[in-house]
Protein backbone atom coordinates (compact mmCIF):
# COMPACT_ATOMS: atom_id res chain seq x y z
CA UNK A 1 0.00 0.00 0.00
CA UNK A 2 2.91 2.47 0.44
CA UNK A 3 4.23 2.05 -2.75
CA UNK A 4 1.15 2.53 -4.35
CA UNK A 5 0.98 5.70 -2.37
CA UNK A 6 4.30 6.51 -3.56
CA UNK A 7 3.92 6.18 -6.72
CA UNK A 8 0.57 8.43 -6.20
CA UNK A 9 2.00 11.44 -5.36
CA UNK A 10 5.66 10.83 -7.74
CA UNK A 11 3.50 10.18 -11.00
CA UNK A 12 1.25 13.50 -11.09
CA UNK A 13 4.54 15.54 -10.79
CA UNK A 14 6.39 13.72 -13.34
CA UNK A 15 3.45 14.32 -15.79
CA UNK A 16 3.18 18.12 -14.58
CA UNK A 17 7.17 18.37 -15.18
CA UNK A 18 6.58 16.53 -19.05
CA UNK A 19 3.18 19.23 -19.19
CA UNK A 20 5.39 22.20 -18.76
CA UNK A 21 7.81 21.21 -21.10
CA UNK A 22 5.59 20.31 -23.85
CA UNK A 23 3.92 23.61 -23.83
CA UNK A 24 7.13 25.15 -25.47
CA UNK A 25 8.26 23.49 -28.77
CA UNK A 26 11.16 23.30 -29.92
CA UNK A 27 12.69 24.61 -26.71
CA UNK A 28 15.95 25.98 -26.37
CA UNK A 29 17.09 27.43 -22.83
CA UNK A 30 19.69 30.50 -22.30
CA UNK A 31 21.07 31.03 -18.60
CA UNK A 32 21.39 35.03 -18.43
CA UNK A 33 22.43 37.03 -15.08
CA UNK A 34 19.21 39.97 -14.93
CA UNK A 35 19.43 42.34 -11.99
CA UNK A 36 17.06 42.93 -9.41
CA UNK A 37 16.63 42.47 -6.05
CA UNK A 38 12.79 41.73 -4.35
CA UNK A 39 10.21 39.05 -4.96
CA UNK A 40 7.98 41.53 -6.72
CA UNK A 41 10.83 42.34 -8.98
CA UNK A 42 10.95 38.78 -9.82
CA UNK A 43 7.12 38.45 -10.60
CA UNK A 44 7.86 41.32 -13.56
CA UNK A 45 10.76 40.19 -14.74
CA UNK A 46 8.86 36.62 -15.03
CA UNK A 47 5.97 38.46 -16.26
CA UNK A 48 8.07 40.73 -18.95
CA UNK A 49 9.25 37.25 -20.22
CA UNK A 50 6.80 35.17 -20.63
CA UNK A 51 5.23 35.07 -24.22
CA UNK A 52 2.46 33.07 -24.44
CA UNK A 53 3.06 29.00 -25.01
CA UNK A 54 6.84 30.70 -26.77
CA UNK A 55 8.57 31.73 -23.81
CA UNK A 56 9.12 31.70 -20.04
CA UNK A 57 11.68 32.64 -17.90
CA UNK A 58 12.74 31.12 -14.36
CA UNK A 59 14.75 34.07 -12.38
CA UNK A 60 16.30 33.77 -9.00
CA UNK A 61 17.10 36.64 -6.50
CA UNK A 62 19.64 35.09 -5.38
CA UNK A 63 21.95 34.64 -7.92
CA UNK A 64 20.47 36.95 -9.95
CA UNK A 65 20.19 34.36 -13.11
CA UNK A 66 17.46 33.53 -14.88
CA UNK A 67 16.65 30.43 -17.17
CA UNK A 68 15.01 31.65 -20.48
CA UNK A 69 13.24 28.77 -22.28
CA UNK A 70 11.96 29.62 -25.44
CA UNK A 71 10.37 27.94 -28.71
CA UNK A 72 13.09 28.80 -31.16
CA UNK A 73 11.18 28.49 -34.52
CA UNK A 74 8.89 31.54 -32.69
CA UNK A 75 11.23 34.15 -30.98
CA UNK A 76 14.85 34.15 -29.26
CA UNK A 77 16.61 34.95 -26.35
CA UNK A 78 17.07 38.07 -27.34
CA UNK A 79 13.78 39.15 -27.74
CA UNK A 80 12.83 37.49 -24.25
CA UNK A 81 15.88 39.99 -22.83
CA UNK A 82 15.07 42.92 -24.62
CA UNK A 83 11.36 43.17 -22.98
CA UNK A 84 12.72 42.64 -19.66
CA UNK A 85 15.41 45.65 -20.32
CA UNK A 86 12.50 48.25 -21.49
CA UNK A 87 10.87 46.75 -18.04
CA UNK A 88 13.60 48.60 -16.23
CA UNK A 89 16.04 45.71 -16.02
CA UNK A 90 19.48 45.39 -17.00
CA UNK A 91 20.84 42.11 -18.23
CA UNK A 92 23.86 40.96 -20.05
CA UNK A 93 22.77 41.55 -23.72
CA UNK A 94 20.76 44.74 -23.00
CA UNK A 95 20.72 47.78 -20.77
CA UNK A 96 17.63 49.37 -19.34
CA UNK A 97 16.42 52.93 -20.93
CA UNK A 98 17.27 55.54 -18.06
CA UNK A 99 13.82 56.25 -18.08
CA UNK A 100 12.15 53.07 -17.60
CA UNK A 101 14.36 52.44 -14.26
CA UNK A 102 13.87 55.55 -12.76
CA UNK A 103 9.64 54.80 -12.87
CA UNK A 104 10.68 51.49 -11.15
CA UNK A 105 9.36 51.30 -6.90
CA UNK A 106 12.20 52.94 -5.13
CA UNK A 107 12.43 49.37 -3.27
CA UNK A 108 12.71 47.88 -6.88
CA UNK A 109 15.68 50.14 -8.53
CA UNK A 110 18.39 47.83 -8.38
CA UNK A 111 22.07 48.63 -8.08
CA UNK A 112 23.32 49.27 -11.51
CA UNK A 113 26.03 47.07 -12.17
CA UNK A 114 26.61 47.50 -16.01
CA UNK A 115 26.20 50.93 -15.88
CA UNK A 116 28.25 52.83 -13.10
CA UNK A 117 26.92 56.58 -11.95
CA UNK A 118 28.49 59.21 -11.02
CA UNK A 119 32.40 58.31 -10.02
CA UNK A 120 34.72 61.65 -8.12
CA UNK A 121 32.12 64.01 -10.11
CA UNK A 122 32.80 62.69 -13.59
CA UNK A 123 29.65 60.23 -15.64
CA UNK A 124 30.90 56.79 -16.82
CA UNK A 125 28.88 55.11 -19.19
CA UNK A 126 29.45 51.79 -20.58
CA UNK A 127 30.47 51.48 -24.05
CA UNK A 128 28.28 48.97 -25.75
CA UNK A 129 29.45 48.86 -29.03
CA UNK A 130 28.01 45.35 -29.87
CA UNK A 131 24.53 44.91 -28.79
CA UNK A 132 24.51 41.28 -30.82
CA UNK A 133 27.22 40.29 -28.65
CA UNK A 134 26.27 40.95 -24.89
CA UNK A 135 26.99 44.17 -23.21
CA UNK A 136 30.85 45.73 -23.32
CA UNK A 137 31.68 46.80 -20.15
CA UNK A 138 35.02 48.73 -20.65
CA UNK A 139 34.21 51.73 -18.91
CA UNK A 140 34.70 55.35 -20.25
CA UNK A 141 34.13 59.14 -19.48
CA UNK A 142 31.30 60.86 -21.27
CA UNK A 143 32.66 63.86 -22.90
CA UNK A 144 31.56 67.22 -21.63
CA UNK A 145 31.27 68.63 -25.26
CA UNK A 146 29.97 67.23 -28.43
CA UNK A 147 30.92 66.88 -32.28
CA UNK A 148 28.58 67.71 -35.25
CA UNK A 149 28.43 63.80 -35.80
CA UNK A 150 26.97 63.30 -32.36
CA UNK A 151 24.72 66.14 -31.81
CA UNK A 152 21.76 62.87 -32.37
CA UNK A 153 22.21 59.69 -31.21
CA UNK A 154 21.72 58.08 -34.66
CA UNK A 155 23.63 61.05 -36.54
CA UNK A 156 26.53 57.81 -36.81
CA UNK A 157 23.77 56.50 -38.73
CA UNK A 158 22.15 58.96 -41.06
CA UNK A 159 26.20 60.06 -42.45
CA UNK A 160 26.51 57.08 -43.85
CA UNK A 161 23.04 56.65 -44.98
CA UNK A 162 23.44 59.48 -46.96
CA UNK A 163 26.57 58.58 -49.01
CA UNK A 164 25.01 55.41 -49.42
CA UNK A 165 22.29 57.13 -51.49
CA UNK A 166 24.42 59.20 -53.23
CA UNK A 167 26.72 55.94 -54.49
CA UNK A 168 23.07 54.81 -55.73
CA UNK A 169 22.11 57.77 -57.35
CA UNK A 170 25.49 57.88 -59.63
CA UNK A 171 24.88 53.96 -59.83
CA UNK A 172 28.26 52.95 -58.24
CA UNK A 173 27.63 49.65 -56.92
CA UNK A 174 31.24 49.51 -55.10
CA UNK A 175 30.73 52.60 -53.74
CA UNK A 176 27.07 51.97 -52.14
CA UNK A 177 28.80 48.69 -50.91
CA UNK A 178 31.56 50.87 -49.28
CA UNK A 179 29.33 53.44 -47.57
CA UNK A 180 26.52 49.79 -46.48
CA UNK A 181 29.78 48.32 -44.72
CA UNK A 182 30.34 52.11 -42.91
CA UNK A 183 26.75 51.91 -42.11
CA UNK A 184 27.37 48.50 -40.41
CA UNK A 185 30.07 49.38 -38.02
CA UNK A 186 27.76 52.94 -37.08
CA UNK A 187 25.39 50.35 -35.89
CA UNK A 188 27.60 49.13 -33.92
CA UNK A 189 28.69 52.79 -32.30
CA UNK A 190 25.26 53.54 -31.43
CA UNK A 191 25.39 53.91 -27.74
CA UNK A 192 22.30 53.14 -25.83
CA UNK A 193 22.64 54.41 -22.89
CA UNK A 194 21.87 57.94 -25.06
CA UNK A 195 18.59 56.54 -25.90
CA UNK A 196 15.89 57.68 -25.05
CA UNK A 197 12.64 55.79 -24.09
CA UNK A 198 11.08 55.55 -27.42
CA UNK A 199 14.44 55.40 -29.12
CA UNK A 200 15.59 52.46 -27.20
CA UNK A 201 12.60 50.80 -27.54
CA UNK A 202 12.68 50.98 -31.79
CA UNK A 203 16.23 50.72 -31.72
CA UNK A 204 15.92 47.26 -30.05
CA UNK A 205 12.77 46.20 -32.86
CA UNK A 206 14.74 47.44 -35.72
CA UNK A 207 18.65 47.14 -35.48
CA UNK A 208 19.02 43.64 -36.59
CA UNK A 209 16.81 44.20 -39.72
CA UNK A 210 19.09 47.75 -40.41
CA UNK A 211 22.72 45.39 -40.39
CA UNK A 212 20.29 42.47 -42.12
CA UNK A 213 20.01 45.36 -45.05
CA UNK A 214 23.00 46.89 -44.95
CA UNK A 215 24.89 43.61 -45.01
CA UNK A 216 22.82 42.36 -48.05
CA UNK A 217 24.32 45.85 -50.17
CA UNK A 218 27.61 44.98 -48.88
CA UNK A 219 27.75 41.68 -50.15
CA UNK A 220 25.91 42.30 -53.11
CA UNK A 221 27.46 43.85 -56.51
CA UNK A 222 24.62 43.72 -58.70
CA UNK A 223 23.18 47.59 -57.87
CA UNK A 224 19.46 46.23 -59.10
CA UNK A 225 19.56 44.20 -56.23
CA UNK A 226 21.62 46.61 -53.51
CA UNK A 227 18.76 48.92 -54.48
CA UNK A 228 16.08 46.49 -53.31
CA UNK A 229 18.10 46.49 -50.10
CA UNK A 230 17.93 50.01 -49.95
CA UNK A 231 14.43 50.22 -49.90
CA UNK A 232 14.35 48.22 -47.17
CA UNK A 233 16.87 50.24 -45.03
CA UNK A 234 15.33 53.56 -46.17
CA UNK A 235 12.21 52.46 -44.48
CA UNK A 236 13.32 50.54 -41.36
CA UNK A 237 15.98 54.00 -40.97
CA UNK A 238 12.57 56.34 -41.33
CA UNK A 239 10.65 54.06 -38.22
CA UNK A 240 14.01 54.49 -36.03
CA UNK A 241 14.53 58.72 -36.86
CA UNK A 242 10.57 59.14 -36.28
CA UNK A 243 11.31 58.43 -33.12
CA UNK A 244 14.00 60.44 -32.33
CA UNK A 245 15.70 64.52 -32.69
CA UNK A 246 17.56 64.88 -36.00
CA UNK A 247 19.61 67.17 -36.97
CA UNK A 248 17.23 68.41 -39.71
CA UNK A 249 15.80 69.19 -41.91
CA UNK A 250 15.83 65.56 -43.11
CA UNK A 251 13.15 64.82 -46.41
CA UNK A 252 11.77 61.64 -47.06
CA UNK A 253 10.92 60.96 -50.43
CA UNK A 254 8.70 58.89 -52.81
CA UNK A 255 8.94 57.42 -56.10
CA UNK A 256 6.27 55.82 -57.88
CA UNK A 257 8.06 53.98 -60.43
CA UNK A 258 10.46 51.67 -58.39
CA UNK A 259 9.60 47.94 -57.94
CA UNK A 260 7.15 47.86 -61.03
CA UNK A 261 5.32 50.59 -60.18
CA UNK A 262 4.59 49.72 -56.32
CA UNK A 263 6.98 52.21 -55.33
CA UNK A 264 9.74 53.00 -52.75
CA UNK A 265 10.99 55.67 -50.05
CA UNK A 266 14.20 57.00 -49.37
CA UNK A 267 15.69 59.83 -47.05
CA UNK A 268 17.40 62.83 -47.96
CA UNK A 269 19.10 65.71 -46.75
CA UNK A 270 18.24 68.08 -49.99
CA UNK A 271 14.78 69.07 -50.80
CA UNK A 272 15.83 68.89 -54.75
CA UNK A 273 14.95 64.64 -55.78
CA UNK A 274 17.81 62.61 -56.77
CA UNK A 275 16.96 59.44 -57.53
CA UNK A 276 18.43 56.54 -55.96
CA UNK A 277 16.90 53.43 -57.18
CA UNK A 278 16.60 54.58 -61.00
CA UNK A 279 20.05 57.31 -61.00
CA UNK A 280 20.67 59.29 -64.34
CA UNK A 281 17.71 56.93 -66.03
CA UNK A 282 14.70 59.02 -63.85
CA UNK A 283 16.99 61.29 -61.42
CA UNK A 284 14.13 63.55 -61.02
CA UNK A 285 11.38 61.17 -60.51
CA UNK A 286 9.53 61.40 -56.99
CA UNK A 287 8.88 63.73 -54.63
CA UNK A 288 8.92 64.68 -50.77
CA UNK A 289 6.55 63.60 -48.94
CA UNK A 290 7.03 64.24 -44.93
CA UNK A 291 9.88 66.90 -43.58
CA UNK A 292 11.66 65.23 -40.40
CA UNK A 293 13.04 67.99 -38.09
Given amino acids: MRLIS ?29 FGNTPAVKTIIEKEGKDGQFAKVDWNQTTKLAVVTYDSSKTSADEVLKRIALAGFDNEKFLAPD ?34 QGVQTTIQPSANTKSADEKTAFALLTNPYFALKDALVKTDAVAAAAQAEAFQAAIKAVDM ?22 AGITKNKDVAKQRVAFASLSNTLYELLKVSKVDGPIY ?6 FNEGKGAHWLSKENAVKNPFFGAQMISCGSTVETLN
Fill in 6 to 34: LLGLVIPVLLSTQHTHAQIKNAKTATVKI
Fill in 99 to 132: DAYIQLAKAEQYERILKPALKNGTEHQVDHTNHG
Fill in 193 to 214: NKLSHDEHTVWMKVMNKLATDA
Fill in 252 to 257: YQHCPM
